[in-house]
């Protein structure tokens, strides 16, 4: 038996058909007519697969049907047809080029704007902690500076030490540069960085860190369990960065 030429499944999706569909195409080309059982034996299918197939041919006018006493018998149409097929696809491809043209200016508006809302995301534990530090040295060792602002808080600051013991190491090793204002006694410098004191006093309840397009804050529970959030919008962090640098000149530097 002659071999049936081979299409690839790629050009049958294009088509809106399946591999299967065009087994049971070429036996009903081979049989002339038959009837649904004789197509699924004949193509070693399911019936209902068979069925399913034979809906899809008759959608694309590739196979028509009359009705008998006992049975529906399915005949092949010249199978010229498939170029028509491919013809009607481009055309519906073409009209649907054309609509989203007008549409996707309207989906773009609706993405600039969500873009505008704040993306906030809430961390809990040293694991936590360690993903937001991470992603201050990430994010800060794509921007031109490669600088950061933090509010360094007394309260905190051997906790959030403690969640990535290897943080101060890194930004160096990063080349990340820091200006730290901090709020309570103690804090040095490690390299990299500047700091300067808002108070030698009672440190205060979290710590911020203002950097790229972001802020995130850092704080603890009343167990002492560090928790903080990272938020992504341009329009915070430059009101944060402007505060941050008013307040600059005007701070103790020890």
Known sequence: MKRFPQVTPSTLHALGLEEKDMQIYAAILRMGTAPLRQIAEETHLPRATAYDGLKRLLSCKLVSYVDAKTHRYFMAEDPSRLQALATKQEILIQEAREELTEVIPDLQKILLWSRRRPIVKYYEGDEGVKEILENVLEETAKTAKKMYRIYSSSTLRDLVAAAWPGFLKT???KGIHVRAISIGSGGRT???????????NEGSATYIFIYAEKTAYISCDDHGRLFGVIIEDEGIAQTQARIFDALWPHLLHT
């Open 190 to 200: 490690a390299g990299l960085d500047e700091r300067r004191w808002l108070s030698h």
């Open 171 to 173: 930004r160096i090793k």
